[in-house]
Nanobody, 124 residues
Framework: QVQLVESGGGLVQAGGSLRLSCAASGRPFVNYAMGWFRQAPGRKERDFVAAISVSGGNTQYADSVKGRFTIPRDNAKNTVYLQMNSLKPEDTAVYYC????????????????WGQGTQVTVSS
């Protein structure tokens, strides 16, 4: 089992920045590719935001966040981050981190473990 705990959400004005953290415990963090997803108000699905490979050498981003968000990871701290800059009201959502054994993937159905989510609200 892998336990994931997100933190860092909150209320921010449009154009501002937030950094989300996802701390992992349980099985070795270095074995897992990590992803961030978000669920906007009124949506049933969790949308892909960003993902990073086990080594950190490969990343992928949703088109809507490219150039604004980054997903660094610190394997020594068992933590993955989501640095969000130039935030927009449409970024308002509950943000979830997820872990996938070995492979960088963008489909939520392929992730093995999920955190409880953290709310991000961007005011206009």
């Amino acid at each position: 089992q892998v336990q994931l705990v997100e933190s860092g959400g909150g209320l921010v004005q449009a154009g501002g920045s937030l950094r989300l953290s996802c701390a992992a415990s349980g099985r070795p963090f270095v074995n897992y590719a990590m992803g961030w997803f978000r669920q906007a108000p009124g949506r049933k699905e969790r949308d892909f935001v960003a993902a990073i490979s086990v080594s950190g050498g490969n990343t992928q981003y949703a088109d809507s966040v490219k150039g604004r968000f980054t997903i660094p990871r610190d394997n020594a701290k068992n933590t993955v981050y989501l640095q969000m800059n130039s935030l927009k009201p449409e970024d308002t959502a509950v943000y979830y981190c997820a872990a996938n054994l070995v492979t960088l993937v963008t489909r939520s159905q392929l992730y093995d473990y999920w955190g409880q989510g953290t709310q991000v609200t961007v005011s206009s």
